[in-house]
């Protein structure tokens, strides 16, 4: 026998079967029993929410002469052949693939004759936002002058690429993506028939990653049954799904709330060394708060999806308080909100590592719960917060992958490089205070807190006078979150007055823009020494003494294996 997919062994053959869209189902059923029918439909919504499945079941309830309830029966002759596709009066057509356009002018020619074997010829046309033009003006006059016993039922993801003039000549049926606790049932149901031990939060792993797709889930599921050996685990769903493991939520979590930066951004790294997705560590970092929330209002609830809660899982959940879950689930929203516009990812998740990490509750808290006004901007966050999670439950992130890949080139982040601030302190920059500012800065760093040390972490002072400093970052976003950072400048400058005996002030540049800013200013620096320009292109004895001298001042300025002579002609 060979391998058929799940999703097509275990696809619904009746109404009740679909699962998720019992709003749909019902009044299809309803327009059968009542004999109303419509000449054309319209099945819209996500990817695998069941608009074909449902359009078949149609097809068979509209020629079965054995209906149940509105159902198909299922057993007789029209039934079975409509099921193995071998009736030529129900015809599925997929406007997406490349005979698509031979299809339609064939029912164009075809479409007048009625039904050879049924009651009623249906068309089911999958993806119709894809007909040609000549192929929609086709169906639109077909759809004007319906024939008799010609049932059309169109298909589509992209509702908005439908022509206005077709939807309007339709009966119109959203399909809603499918929500969690609906996919979990239906795959606990399948796993059952297929006599396959499960760990409930396995099912819950896939449904969440499926984002509200049926066949999605049973395409997870298909790939994770094929290598389990006899029980479909968490940690196998998490292995298929690329969602953390359970152990490496806990430790994440557990370093950020007992504030250690380094371990919280060591996990973080060996997270990504997996091979983990930004996008999906959010995800999974968010439902695990909203969990831990969720655990301390509803433990049942959560000991239900998540099966057996580990002992870090429940010392958080009892330890935190609310206000802070809600304060990291925040923080970890906004960084979804900002890596989609970013292709430094990591550095944005090495960013929210040490803000929740870092992060602490003033002493509102005692304050918040007499003062009103405080207690209702919380419950508004609350509302927001839970609009969020349950967002994110159905799928219904802005982010796609697609969105992520492409948007590789748009890195918001364009911090500019304050040049003639830096030309200033190049003017009386010396080596000597370079030299003490870099024999301080590993003490320097060490003696930051660490939210300031994850500022400066990544950054080296590469110029300075005794009241400035040049420090140059690897990365633009990073450059720009610490030059808007007051805070983090003052306390800079604090700490090194006491290191070097002055504070200097903290002028950022970037790494890759610092080398061109040096060379220009060595260039202007030039002309201030009232060199003539015209003996610049001349070589000559004495210009080259001359130039020895900005050799010289360039070697005081940054050290001699910064300066590099290069002469030009
Ligand atoms: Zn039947």
């Not at 149609?58 to 149940?68: S, T, V």
């Not at 998740?349 to 602490?360: D, G, N, P, R, Y």
Request: aromatic share 6%; charged share 25%.
């Amino acid at each position: 026998m060979s391998y058929q997919a799940l999703y097509r062994t275990f696809r619904s053959q009746r109404f009740d079967e679909i699962v998720g869209q019992r709003a749909v189902s019902v009044t299809l059923k309803q327009a059968i029993l009542q004999e109303k029918v419509s000449h054309a439909y319209l099945f819209t919504g996500p990817r695998g929410t069941g608009k074909t499945s449902t359009a078949r079941i149609f097809a068979k309830a509209l020629n079965c002469h054995h209906l149940q309830n509105g159902e198909p029966c299922n057993q007789c002759e029209m039934c079975t052949a409509i099921t193995e596709g071998r009736i030529e009066d129900v015809l599925e057509i997929d406007a997406a693939s490349n005979n698509g356009v031979d299809e339609i002018r064939n029912l164009r020619d075809t479409v007048r004759y009625p039904p050879v074997l049924a009651d009623y010829k249906v068309y089911i046309i999958d993806e119709v936002h894809m007909l040609s033009t000549s192929a929609f003006n086709a169906l639109l006059k077909t759809l004007e002058e319906p024939p008799a016993k010609v049932i059309f039922i169109l298909a589509t993801t992209q509702v908005h690429k439908v022509l206005p003039t077709i939807v309007s000549r339709t009966q119109r049926f959203d399909f809603k993506r499918i929500g969690i606790e609906d996919i979990v049932q239906h795959l606990e149901d399948i796993l059952a028939k297929l006599n396959i031990k499960f760990e409930k939060e396995a099912l819950f792993i896939i449904a969440r990653v499926a984002e509200g797709s049926m066949r999605d889930a049973l395409s997870i599921l298909d790939q994770a049954v094929s290598f389990i050996e006899d029980t479909l685990t968490s940690e196998a769903a998490m292995m298929i799904t690329g969602s953390l493991t359970k152990d490496m939520m806990d430790k994440y979590m557990l370093a950020v709330y007992e504030k250690n930066v380094e371990v919280a951004l060591k996990i973080l790294s060996k997270i990504f060394s997996q091979g983990k997705e930004a996008r999906r560590f959010l995800e999974d970092m968010i439902l695990y708060n909203r969990d831990l929330l969720m655990h301390k209002h509803a433990a049942q609830f959560v000991l239900e999806a998540r099966g057996v809660l580990t002992d870090t899982f429940k010392k958080l959940a009892t330890e935190l308080s609310s206000k802070d879950i809600y304060a990291y689930i925040k923080l970890l929203n906004e960084a979804q909100q900002e890596i989609r516009l970013s292709n430094l990812t990591s550095t944005y998740l090495e960013i929210v590592t040490v803000k929740l990490a870092t992060f602490s509750q003033d002493s509102s808290s005692v304050q918040l719960e007499k003062d009103n006004k405080d207690f209702d901007s919380l419950r508004e966050e609350l509302s927001q917060l839970r609009s969020i999670v349950e967002n994110l439950q159905k799928g219904q992130t802005d982010f796609s992958k697609e969105r992520l890949t492409t948007s590789s080139s748009t890195d918001k982040a364009d911090y500019k490089n304050p040049t003639e601030q830096i030309h200033q302190v190049l003017l009386s920059a010396t080596k000597a205070h370079l030299t003490a500012l870099k024999e301080v800065w590993p003490d320097f760093l060490a003696s930051l807190d660490a939210r300031c040390k994850a500022m400066m972490k990544a950054s080296k002072p590469v110029a300075a006078s005794d009241t400035q400093m040049v420090v140059a970052y690897d990365y633009d976003i990073l450059a720009m979150t610490a030059n808007q950072d007051e805070a983090l400048k003052q306390i800079v400058g604090e700490s090194l007055d006491k290191m070097i005996g002055f504070a200097p002030n903290l002028i950022i540049v970037t790494s890759s823009e610092w080398p061109k800013l040096r060379r220009t200013f060595i260039e202007k620096n030039r002309e201030k020494l009232q060199l003539d320009k015209t003996d610049v292109t001349q070589k000559t004895a004495s210009e080259d003494h001359k130039n020895a001298d900005i050799v010289e001042k360039a070697i005081d300025l940054f050290g001699k294996d910064m300066v590099k002579v290069i002469r030009t002609c």
